[in-house]
């Protein structure tokens, strides 16, 4: 016998299930005066730089349904590229920019709105840029793990087109489900489950 | 196992077979609610390395104490009193600290306080069923509460959910962002549910199931159950694998 490894297994995930919402976003959900706010409801202030921007969509599923029950969460960079986290080594970002929001999507139609800022460009591994994206991860009942996925921007269709992600898409023909829809001033970023539509989700 | 560098490397790959699929018909509702392409593996970028901090300063005195954060003056809530504590570990079985958790439940007879749900048992007027805490420098946790009852839930006819609190855990990557459920110690109810059964190996079960600890009891007060959390563990930097020149 060879030596151990001695590694611990990570625990394993379950379901967010129906009542998500209690933990994550009790005010939301009618629980008051426990927390004084939920947490990620906000991710911009005043002095935050950058361009604002809306982000909406929906999560859809198998028979075109969108959830009413998901809990869905970004996480991006600040308008130069920078993460808000002691593990970004490259310099310090905008103390007015979170990086991360969170939301239960409308009480009626589940459709999730984040305000927030165009996240910069961020380099991958070896160095080359990747196209500004916001990372997703989604969670519902039904989820038995959560779903990793990102989002990117139309009008970055250059950048887009040499994106260390993007490009490894083996069927380029699922590319567009990583790309946002501009909606008047607004993004629209709807997210499929499953279907031809299914949008293309990370083992990350 | 420790190592003397911090590591700030991509996070090891997650084994999926420890995991459940996504696609788990006997929970009927993963049915149209789970991928059925094949997911696009990447080793982690910045964009996953990276993740959310959130300061201690965020949280209130009574935010780990679900048997008075709702109650009204000089009330409690009914039910079986017990503190949980545990550790946030990495793969690698280092602390992981300052990472926020937080955790919901039914009320002692197994109903949530949420307007979707129907159970017959009533609301506890004196429990919300929702706490967060902050991991110290050595990823330890703790809060106090009430234990959940056990309940009834639409999929089978007759399926009932064990006992059981529910966790969403940050790392100090987005990678690692995890939810998950714990169940008590003996509850036979677990070996039922097929939420629980989407885990295929029994032994990723078993990590789920707080044993009762004695050692942690209050004596006239409160029973306890541990119950340690494992993220995903960073891969050494010992030697970037970079190109030359770049």
Not at chain 1, 56 to 83: F, H, R, T
Not at chain 1, 107 to 125: A, L, Q, S, Y
Not at chain 2, 97 to 107: I, S
Not at chain 2, 155 to 167: E, L, Q, T
Request: aromatic share 10%; proline share 7%; net charge negative.
């Amino acid at each position: 016998m060879p030596q151990s490894l001695d590694y611990l297994k990570e625990t394993a995930s379950q379901t967010a299930g129906p009542y998500v919402h209690i933990g994550c976003t009790p005010n939301f959900s009618g629980i008051t005066g426990v927390f004084p706010e939920d947490l990620g409801t906000s991710m911009v202030n005043k002095e935050t730089e950058g361009e604002r921007i809306t982000v909406k969509g929906s999560v859809i599923d198998g028979k075109g349904m969108a959830l009413k029950d998901a809990l869905i969460e970004i996480w991006q960079a600040d308008a130069k590229g920078l993460y808000n986290s002691p593990f970004e080594m490259r310099g310090t970002a905008d103390p007015n920019f979170t990086g991360w929001g969170r939301t239960a999507g409308e009480m009626d139609t589940g459709e999730f709105v984040f305000e927030t800022i165009k996240p910069g460009v961020v380099p991958f591994k070896d160095g080359r840029p990747m196209a500004p994206h916001i990372t997703f991860w989604i969670v519902a009942r039904g989820i038995n793990l959560g779903l990793h996925t990102r989002m990117y921007f139309p009008e970055e269709e250059a950048a887009n087109k040499v994106d260390p992600i993007l490009t490894r898409i083996e069927h380029q023909s699922r590319v567009p489900t990583l790309i946002a829809a501009k909606d008047g001033s607004d993004y629209r970023f709807d997210i499929h489950l499953q279907g031809d539509l299914e949008t293309v989700f990370f083992d990350i | 196992m420790t190592n003397e560098k911090r590591e700030n490397g991509a996070f090891m790959q997650r084994d999926r077979n420890w995991h459940p699929p996504a696609y788990t018909p006997t929970y009927k509702t993963s049915v149209l609610r789970s991928p059925q392409k094949a997911l696009l593996s990447l080793d982690n970028t910045i964009s996953e390395m990276t993740g959310p901090v959130f300061g201690h300063n965020i949280i209130g005195d009574l935010d780990n104490d679900l048997i008075l954060n709702f109650a009204k003056e000089g009330e409690m809530p009914i039910g079986e009193r017990i503190v949980v504590h545990g550790r946030v570990l990495d793969e690698r079985g280092l602390p992981v600290p300052n990472v926020l958790l937080e955790f919901w439940q039914a009320n002692a007879g197994g109903r949530y306080r949420h307007k979707k749900e129907s159970y017959l048992a009533p609301l506890d007027p004196n429990f919300g069923g929702c706490g967060r805490t902050i991991t110290d420098e050595q990823g330890g946790y703790y809060f106090r509460t009430i234990k959940p009852g056990p309940y009834p839930w639409p999929n089978g006819v007759n399926d009932w959910r064990p006992a059981h609190i529910h966790f969403s855990v940050f790392g100090q990557g987005f990678a690692q962002r995890l939810i998950t459920q714990m169940y008590f110690e003996g509850d036979p109810l677990i070996a039922k549910c097929p939420i629980v059964q989407t885990i295929p190996d029994q032994k990723a079960i078993d990590q789920l199931v707080a044993p009762l600890d004695m050692g942690n009891t209050l004596p006239m007060d409160s029973l306890a159950y541990k119950f340690d959390i494992v993220l995903r563990g960073r891969r050494s930097t010992m030697f970037e694998n970079r190109k030359e020149g770049n």
